[in-house]
């Protein structure tokens, strides 16, 4: 299938402009480039309620439905970024649509990043972050039974590795992950990191790159660098797992969707078509974008409650 109209647009100008290298760019343009790309999410949703909290020493952005009243079905959201990038600011739109198309409270996390602060410090906060968000739960408005842990990219990888870590722990569980074309496997041993690893803006280069600056010393095959790979799935929570035609990860997140069902666990998995790693926050020029929005915000407004 070809690529949709508004993505192609973005992917033409990447060629033309000769395929910029992620390793040539220094990690502060890199950033910044990642702030200036919120534009594409389109016009800012504002039927909501925005606020930055901070509660044990972490900070959250809280996004509620305007008037919202008692304890709500909620949603912890871990942005991606590569482990390098991402914050509230490259995420805003994402979390408004998604409180006001849910009804729910969304809950961002901001967990530290490379290459200033190595492995594990993201999965620690990531995982810290949740546990603060559960403690005060009914502080904040938050239906302990109705938690869904979300993430985009190296998100969709905090997402799965806390919800591993809460069970190995026999912590409290989320009812549900939602893994936005997650990065799983440090290794980029599948075929796709070649097929649609140079041509469509989040290439090979830049993934391994910001693999390389957060895991410094650490084995590509460690099972929190490369959670793919892991026997300890059974006992997870109901998983949806969302991956992109043209993504150098979409062999690996359907692969995930594989060895999930194999493991016992309640998965499911959607593949959408003419779209590149990142679609969910090209809204403004992306109808699959607009259409997943959606999805995901039913699912956490109305698929989050536990048996």
């Not at 492995?119 to 005060?136: C, M, R, T, V």
Request: glycine residues 8%; aromatic residues 10%.
């Amino acid at each position: 299938m070809a690529l949709e109209k508004g993505i192609a647009q973005q992917v033409e100008d990447f060629i033309a402009a000769g395929r910029p290298s992620a390793r040539a760019t220094h990690i502060d343009d890199r950033r910044a480039g990642y702030v200036a790309s919120a534009v594409l999410a389109g016009e800012t949703e504002t039927r909501v309620q925005v606020e930055d909290i901070e509660r044990d020493g972490m900070r959250f952005r809280m996004v509620s439905p305007l008037n919202a009243f008692g304890p709500l079905p909620a949603v912890i959201y871990y942005h991606g970024g590569c482990f390098i990038s991402g914050e509230f600011a490259t995420h805003d739109n994402q979390l408004r649509q998604l409180a006001y198309y849910s009804g729910c409270r969304v809950i961002a996390v901001q967990y530290r990043l490379a290459p200033e602060h190595t492995f594990p410090a993201a999965h620690d906060d990531a995982e810290q972050g949740a546990n603060i968000l559960w403690k005060y739960a009914e502080q904040l408005g938050i239906d302990r039974h109705r938690i869904t842990l979300a993430g985009d990219s190296a998100g969709g990888h905090l997402a799965l590795v806390t919800a591993l870590r809460l069970k190995a722990a026999h912590q409290w569980q989320p009812a549900q992950l939602i893994l936005l074309y997650p990065m799983l496997d440090a290794t980029a041993s599948f075929e796709t990191y070649t097929l649609n690893g140079e041509d469509y803006i989040i290439t090979r280069d830049m993934l391994l790159s910001g693999y390389e600056m957060y895991l410094a010393d650490t084995d590509t095959r460690h099972p929190e660098a490369s959670p793919l790979w892991r026997e300890d799935f059974v006992g997870l929570p109901s998983t949806h797992i969302i991956t992109a035609e043209f993504d150098p990860l979409r062999d690996e997140g359907e692969a995930l969707y594989q060895r999930l069902t194999d493991q016992g666990v309640d998965c499911t998995c959607q593949r959408y078509l003419g779209v590149i790693h990142g679609f969910f926050q090209l809204g403004g020029v992306s109808q699959a974008a607009r259409n997943v929005m959606r999805d995901v915000a039913w699912r956490i407004g109305e698929n989050a409650v536990l048996d």
